[in-house]
């Protein structure tokens, strides 16, 4: 039962791979973006504001780091990706984004002071050789040739930006819990957005755009966030975070049924490399407990 938390958001976020590719074609990625944030936060706004307001005097010592981390979350990461479901697959997409818990371990080495273990090392290079032949199409001179297409490109920004936002939030550890972080980061986004809105062409909520909107909002930006940390508090981070490798499978499934995106051997093994890299890169070492204490120790030996 506790595992439908996890398994809950994982799918809605697959879903929202699929919005990403579907609202091309009906409303410019500015306008999007900025809805989708306007109206997430207008849901959250009767249960967070009390909350921010009575902490208003701990949250304003925060305020520019708040914004930095809306900047990378909620309007690059976010933007980028409805900029990119011109040119790429939403398959192509969830599989990029899956490399987001190896670049944070990158990251954190110089960030956080954190230290590679040698299977990180090699989670890394199966991940980026899967990942260099699933984009070559199976073979890698094509890449050489041809190149990404931008969309790819995109997306894959998109993945090092919000690698980068989810190591600067355990790097700066702030006296809020999580709902009054991404309340006003939230705030700081609609903001930062703004610009982009004003700039589309097509910014009109029409009766085809009108859904795409409510699922990024409310589905994608507050019930998969809820479910995600309820996930984490029942389950704990490690456990939760390895249903995050089930995104791209998801999001394969479902495009096939509702985008009629055709899945090639290269997706299959390319795909297989990369999620198997992921998940080698996050396993831990178990410490080896000795089935008698030594003489003389004062602890087990690891």
Request: hydrophobic share 55%; aromatic share 10%; net charge positive.
């Amino acid at each position: 039962m506790f595992y439908l938390f996890p398994l809950l958001t994982v799918c809605i976020w697959a879903g929202n791979a699929i919005v990403n590719k579907l609202s091309y074609s009906v409303i410019d990625p500015g306008a999007i973006s900025f809805y989708r944030w306007f109206f997430a936060m207008a849901v959250l706004t009767p249960f967070v504001l009390p909350s921010v307001w009575r902490k208003r005097h701990i949250i304003k010592p925060h305020l520019s780091k708040l914004a930095f981390l809306a900047l990378l979350g909620m309007v690059l990461n976010q933007s980028l990706g409805y900029f990119a479901a011109a040119t790429t697959t939403a398959t192509n997409m969830s599989l990029i984004i899956s490399l987001v818990p190896l670049i944070s371990m990158f990251l954190s080495v110089p960030l956080l002071g954190q230290r590679l273990l040698p299977t990180a090392v090699v989670g890394a290079v199966l991940s980026l050789a899967g990942l260099v032949f699933m984009l070559g199409h199976g073979d890698i001179s094509n890449l050489v040739s041809q190149g990404i297409t931008q969309g790819d490109g995109l997306v894959m920004l998109a993945a090092v930006v919000y690698a980068l936002y989810c190591v600067l939030l355990k790097r700066w550890q702030m006296p809020i819990n999580n709902w009054q972080s991404v309340y006003v980061q939230g705030l700081f986004a609609i903001v930062m957005l703004l610009p982009l809105l004003f700039s589309s062409e097509r910014m009109a909520i029409t009766s085809e755009s009108l859904p795409l909107i409510a699922y990024a909002a409310i589905p994608a930006s507050v019930l998969a966030p809820w479910c995600w940390l309820k996930g984490i508090e029942i389950l704990g981070a490690d456990r939760t975070a390895m249903f995050m490798n089930l995104m791209p499978v998801l999001t394969a499934f479902i495009a096939s049924i509702t985008l009629s995106e055709q899945l090639a051997i290269y997706h299959y093994i390319g795909g297989s490399m990369v999620l198997a890299g992921v998940i080698l890169a996050q396993r831990k070492p178990k410490l080896e407990m000795p089935t008698e204490p030594l003489a003389g120790s004062a602890k087990p030996t690891a």
